[in-house]
């Protein structure tokens, strides 16, 4: 079965990692490095396991692009989260044996250090089942 | 013999083997598989049975045997004669004469051109470079990829299905599709390259293999053709630009600029051997784009500090590379060079136009406009571009080095 695993993010959060001024605790060199660490154990264990299928980290939700189709011609905005301050920051995809198993790591996912070594208050993550439409590979 | 040794013999055996196979049996695509078993036969009997007498021999064998094996069960499937008569043209079905000339290392050649063939992805020319002349594994490659065993299986097997249908000869492409094979075979090594240099994105030990094994296999194509200019300077290249891996990231895993990276951490005979070899081809004059971005690269890593660099030489071979290949990233770099040779004045001149063509949407020319202000002694200006850099950059160290860069000139 086939799962994807959800992270999220505000644009804040991006800020505040990326050394931005802001009044939230800022991240250190070595708390992102301990967070990539985090995030690329987590991908070779599922990788070694056979588990893994894709897992990327998304960049900042500032630098989207929203295209609509609205009176017969697309209409392209930018920045579109108006009513959303959390966005996917990055997600997994994986192939295990059922929910349960797609459970544990997104829990292992939610243990990611934040600044100063903390394990705070994570954001939730949320898993979904991939439906089982035929993939290209298969054809 | 220690395993490393075993390991060695093992890939450097695989195109020879491979080819060997081809040669007299045809069938890419099951010869590939049955060399695969010959290989994994000699991995688990030889450390402990000990080496044959004629290790490429006894390669050649089992997989013949193991071939023939696979050749026989297919032919139970499918009526093979037709297949044969559709697909190989009349003058293949004959064995080569006994005084035709061809090395093992012609052999290589004809896999590696093989592999890089036109009617296969980027993707799956890697992926089947690695497997048929690097002898890497499916699941070594998976992992060095990051994708499941199982997708990379299917991308190969489709690769050899492509090559199949092609109906293409296993012999040398003709003159003129040689030259532009070549050229195939050189990008494809070059990003196999650059898929272990440039990873960013994620620091994963795996990945700095993928670059060891690009130069290895740019090693052995330039023993099988010393006269080429490009092989010759791709080598160079990857020697000069890899040799300063180390120093590249902190302690923090963060991106080190060249101009404030240890110099001490730079791998000294690396430079030696790349620079000797550029040193070697570019007299002979038509130096090609890997000879003259191998050219900068030597005169980058020879300064002895960063203050030392030879701009003016940089600047003249920026300017020659952009007469050979109409490039925004290559023109970027050439502006850049212009600055530090001619002032930043002369920069930001070539800059305006660059930002004018519009072809750079990315944060790249902003960190350049960025830099050449605080050169130019404008800081507000220099903090205003930082800003709208980091703004749209992607990876988070580069976001990371640019807020800093913006944060030091408040």
């Known amino acids: ?139 | 013999m220690p395993s490393t040794d075993f390991e060695d013999l093992l890939r450097r055996s695989a195109p020879q083997v491979l080819g060997a196979l081809v040669r007299r049996y045809g069938h890419f695509d099951t010869a590939e598989d049955a060399v695969q078993e010959a290989l994994l036969a000699a991995a688990t009997q030889w450390p402990s049975e000990g080496l044959p007498a004629n290790p490429l021999g006894w390669l050649i064998t089992v997989a013949s045997r193991r071939l023939t094996d696979l050749l026989r069960s297919q032919q139970a499937r499918e009526r093979r004669e037709d297949a044969v008569a559709r697909q190989v043209p009349g003058g293949d079905l004959l064995a080569p004469a006994a005084d035709r000339q061809e090395s093992d290392g012609d052999d290589t050649l004809i896999v590696l051109f093989l592999c890089c063939h036109p009617s296969l992805t980027p993707a799956s020319q890697i992926a089947l470079t690695l497997r048929a002349v690097g002898g890497l594994g499916t699941t070594e490659i998976a992992r060095a990829f990051l994708v499941p065993e199982q997708t990379m299986t299917r991308r190969i097997t489709r690769a050899k299905q492509r090559i199949k249908d092609s109906g293409l000869p296993f012999r040398m492409p003709s003159a003129p599709d040689r030259a532009d094979r070549l050229a195939a075979v050189l990008h494809v090594l070059y990003l196999i390259f650059t898929e272990g240099y440039a990873s960013t994105s994620g620091p994963d030990l795996r990945r700095p293999e993928l670059s060891v094994e690009a130069i290895r296999l740019t090693r052995m194509l330039r023993a099988l053709l010393p006269q080429d200019g490009e092989v010759t300077g791709l080598l160079a290249l990857m020697l000069l630009t890899d040799a300063r891996r180390l120093a590249r990231t902190g302690d923090d895993g963060e991106l080190v600029p060249m101009a404030e990276q240890d110099r001490n951490r730079w791998d000294a005979d690396q430079i030696a051997e790349g620079v000797a070899l550029i040193s070697e081809v570019l007299p002979r004059g038509e130096a090609g784009p890997y000879q003259l971005q191998a050219a900068i690269a030597a005169v980058h890593d020879e300064a002895a500090s960063a203050a030392e660099t030879d701009w003016a030489q940089i600047t003249a071979l920026y300017k020659v590379l952009l007469r050979m290949a109409d490039n925004p990233v290559v023109s970027l770099n050439h502006a850049v060079a212009v600055a530090m040779s001619e002032g930043p004045s002369a920069g930001l001149e070539l800059l305006e136009r660059i930002e004018r063509d519009g072809a750079l949407t990315d944060h790249r020319p902003l960190a350049v406009r960025a830099h050449l202000m605080e050169m130019s002694g404008k800081p507000d200006a220099a903090r205003e571009a930082y800003l709208a850099a980091a703004e749209r950059a992607l990876s988070l160290p580069q976001r990371r080095y640019l807020f800093g860069k913006a944060a030091r000139l408040t």
């Open chain 1, 1 to 139: 079965m086939k799962y994807m695993i959800m992270l999220y993010g505000s644009q804040q959060d991006y800020d505040v990692q990326a050394g931005k001024q802001n009044d939230k605790p800022s991240w250190s060199a070595e708390d992102i490095r301990k967070m990539v660490e985090h995030m690329t154990s987590i991908n070779k264990d599922l990788a070694e396991s056979g588990e893994l299928v894709d897992a990327q980290g998304l960049a900042a939700p500032a630098l989207t692009r929203r295209v609509q189709f609205k009176d017969g011609a697309p209409v392209v905005t930018d920045g579109p989260y108006a009513e959303t301050t959390e966005v996917i920051a990055g997600f997994w995809i994986v192939d295990v044996s059922g929910i349960d198993r797609a459970t544990e790591i997104a829990a292992r996912v939610t243990l990611c250090p934040g600044p100063g070594g903390t394990i705070g208050e994570p954001s939730p993550v949320d898993i979904r089942p991939i439906g089982e439409a035929p993939s290209p590979d298969d054809v």
